[in-house]
């Protein structure tokens, strides 16, 4: 995922006052360093050595470092102590529960799950303008990961707006990398030579291309290309060290896709760079953009010299987003290299796994879709929130909605756990008790049953809350205007 050069540098972004040298040390790209920093404090709070050290964002920080380093089952139990470590409203839980949640869904390729949560951050009141735009860049490069180029580019746009108005040094450059970034991640996919690419080259088809100017104007360029020439001006006035090293990979990965073999000892340095640093994830993905871009520049032993460190770990799984760039640049380079029995059996093997994250990614993104019109969760992401042990609870409460009766002392007799222990496990997690929770997914089948089309007038809005276990109409009226800033009335009116 080419976004984990991005996250450690934007999730420090968004912690203020932070200790001595780290930011420093992240926007020189030495996220080893930052880590071992971020460690001691996790461990000083451990032992309770002062307060700072043990705050909910240094602790979160210790947690993306390991992320970053792929280390992302301590870091599980390091995002569960920040969140415990937070003293604030609820809201702060429920936004850093979203937040985590999502990036840790990211990490994992569950893309869908990833754009649930950040969207749901995103529409959390009071959230810290910093976190917004952490939760937009997230989306833009969750909707790329999904082949969604448009609406990616439509994301990165109010990122980029949000980032003016927040009038950070950092944020702009982060802005203008990823300009560049997603453009030439498009270009390169939309090569002619890659047109079987068949999960990218379905999302790129048909769709106009757009630049932003220096003053935020948007206008229409000629081809993939032309936009990424364009971008490549902007970051050029990048400062920030880490993302001017991914920027220098850039342009010579653009090079090498338009044939120029030379540019491979700088590329080479650049994945060197990458492991180094201890930036699996990243190298991984790195390395088949790199086959990628020597598959369109039609040299095959190149990509499948590039390929060979990947199939020691990458040859077992055989499902997800995970696999999907792999399979093609497998099955591509053996076909190219006139092993054409080979090529086929991998190409099955993407036809396969392609439509599986098609089918599975539908459900999300047409609700992403819809989302500016309905305004409501796109879809449930509060199990990837809670511990493991406790969904089973939440999947008994929506499966039991629609009582009138249900209490929190029969969901935790259900699951068998004590009903402190029930409360305890969801505010921590979620920032909402069971109750608080229950209350907010009525409102929520309320409202989607009041924007669905086949709603007639003969059925009265009670009868719809009724329908979810809400019986009193002056409960509805206050907790829907508490939840969506408007009364059930005002809905059916859209």
């Given at each position: 995922?080419?976004l984990?050069?991005?996250?450690?540098?934007a999730?420090?972004?968004?912690v203020?006052?932070?200790?001595?040298?780290?930011?420093?040390?992240?926007?020189?790209?030495?996220?080893?360093?930052?880590?071992?920093?971020?460690?001691?404090?996790?461990?000083?709070?451990?032992?309770?050595?002062?307060?700072?050290t043990g705050?909910?964002?240094?602790?979160?920080?210790?947690?993306?470092?390991?992320?970053?380093?792929g280390?992302?089952?301590?870091?599980?139990?390091?995002?569960?102590r920040?969140?415990?470590?937070?003293?604030?409203?609820?809201?702060?839980?429920?936004?850093?529960?979203?937040?985590?949640?999502?990036w840790?869904a990211l990490?994992?390729?569950?893309?869908?799950?990833?754009l649930?949560?950040?969207?749901?951050?995103?529409?959390?009141?009071?959230?810290e303008?910093?976190?917004?735009?952490?939760?937009?860049?997230?989306?833009?490069?969750?909707?790329?990961?999904?082949?969604?180029?448009?609406?990616a580019?439509?994301?990165?746009?109010?990122l980029?707006?949000?980032a003016?108005?927040h009038?950070?040094?950092?944020w702009?450059?982060?802005?203008a990398?990823?300009?560049?970034?997603?453009?030439?991640?498009?270009?390169?996919r939309?090569a002619?030579?890659?047109?079987?690419?068949v999960?990218?080259?379905?999302?790129?088809?048909?769709?106009g291309?757009?630049?932003?100017?220096?003053?935020?104007?948007?206008?229409t360029?000629?081809?993939?290309?032309?936009?990424?020439?364009?971008?490549?001006?902007?970051?050029?006035?990048?400062?920030?060290?880490?993302?001017?090293?991914?920027?220098?990979?850039?342009?010579?990965?653009?090079?090498?896709?338009?044939?120029?073999?030379g540019?491979?000892?700088?590329?080479?340095?650049?994945?060197?760079?990458a492991?180094?640093?201890?930036?699996?994830?990243y190298?991984?993905?790195?390395?088949?953009?790199?086959?990628?871009?020597?598959?369109?520049?039609?040299?095959?032993?190149?990509?499948?010299?590039?390929?060979?460190?990947?199939?020691?770990?990458?040859?077992?799984?055989?499902?997800?987003?995970?696999?999907?760039?792999?399979?093609?640049c497998?099955?591509?380079?053996?076909?190219?290299?006139?092993?054409?029995?080979?090529?086929?059996?991998?190409?099955?093997?993407?036809?396969?796994?392609?439509?599986?994250?098609?089918?599975?990614?539908?459900?999300?993104?047409?609700?992403?879709?819809?989302?500016?019109?309905?305004?409501?969760?796109?879809?449930?992401?509060?199990?990837?929130?809670?511990?493991a042990?406790?969904r089973?609870?939440y999947?008994?409460?929506?499966?039991?909605l629609?009582r009138r009766?249900?209490?929190?002392?029969?969901?935790?007799?259900?699951?068998g756990?004590?009903?402190?222990?029930?409360?305890?496990?969801?505010?921590?997690?979620?920032?909402l008790?069971?109750?608080?929770?229950?209350?907010?997914l009525?409102?929520?089948r309320?409202?989607?049953?009041?924007?669905?089309?086949s709603?007639?007038?003969?059925?009265?809005v009670?009868?719809?809350?009724?329908?979810?276990?809400?019986?009193?109409?002056?409960?509805?009226?206050?907790?829907?205007?508490?939840?969506?800033?408007?009364v059930?009335?005002?809905?059916?009116?859209?």
């Open positions: 995922m080419f984990t050069l991005y996250f450690p540098l999730a420090s972004l968004s203020q006052d932070l200790p001595d040298g780290f930011i420093n040390k992240v926007r020189e790209g030495n996220v080893q360093a930052a880590g071992a920093q971020a460690a001691r404090w996790s461990d000083l709070a451990r032992n309770g050595a002062g307060a700072a705050s909910p964002g240094l602790l979160q920080l210790h947690a993306d470092m390991q992320m970053t380093l280390i992302c089952d301590e870091a599980e139990e390091q995002y569960r920040a969140q415990k470590a937070i003293r604030s409203p609820r809201q702060a839980i429920r936004a850093a529960s979203c937040r985590n949640a999502g840790q990490f994992r390729h569950r893309l869908a799950t990833a649930s949560c950040f969207a749901r951050l995103i529409d959390e009141p009071d959230v303008v910093s976190r917004q735009l952490e939760a937009r860049l997230a989306i833009t490069g969750t909707l790329h990961e999904l082949g969604r180029s448009r609406d580019t439509d994301a990165l746009d109010e980029a707006a949000a003016s108005e009038g950070s040094d950092s702009r450059d982060i802005v990398t990823l300009r560049f970034d997603v453009a030439v991640q498009r270009e390169l939309g002619a030579q890659l047109n079987d690419h999960y990218w080259q379905s999302g790129l088809g048909g769709q291309l757009r630049s932003v100017g220096a003053v935020g104007t948007v206008g360029v000629g081809t993939a290309s032309d936009e990424a020439d364009l971008h490549e001006v902007g970051a050029l006035s990048v400062r920030t060290p880490l993302l001017c090293e991914r920027i220098g990979y850039l342009r010579q990965l653009r090079a090498l896709a338009s044939g120029e073999r540019a491979m000892d700088r590329i080479t340095a650049h994945l060197n760079w492991q180094q640093h201890g930036l699996g994830d190298l991984r993905t790195t390395r088949l953009e790199v086959v990628l871009a020597a598959l369109a520049c039609d040299a095959p032993q190149l990509a499948e010299s590039l390929l060979e460190p990947l199939h020691r770990t990458d040859h077992a799984a055989s499902t997800g987003h995970r696999q999907l760039e792999y399979l093609y497998v099955a591509k380079t053996h076909q190219a290299l006139g092993r054409s029995r080979e090529g086929m059996v991998f190409f099955g093997r993407y036809a396969l796994i392609a439509t599986q994250c098609l089918r599975d990614d539908s459900q999300v993104l047409t609700s992403y879709s819809a989302r500016a019109a309905r305004q409501a969760p796109q879809l449930d992401d509060v199990a990837a929130r809670l511990p042990r406790y089973r609870a999947r008994y409460l929506q499966e039991n629609d009766d249900l209490s929190v002392r029969e969901v935790a007799a259900e699951v756990v004590t009903e402190r222990a029930l409360q305890s496990a969801f505010k921590h997690s979620l920032g008790s069971p109750s608080e929770l229950i209350r907010r009525r409102m929520e309320i409202r989607a049953d009041l924007l669905d089309d709603f007639s007038g003969d059925r009265t009670l009868l719809t809350a009724n329908k979810w276990g809400v019986q009193n109409r002056s409960t509805l009226v206050s907790g829907y205007r508490k939840q969506f800033h408007e059930p009335s005002e809905t059916l009116e859209r």
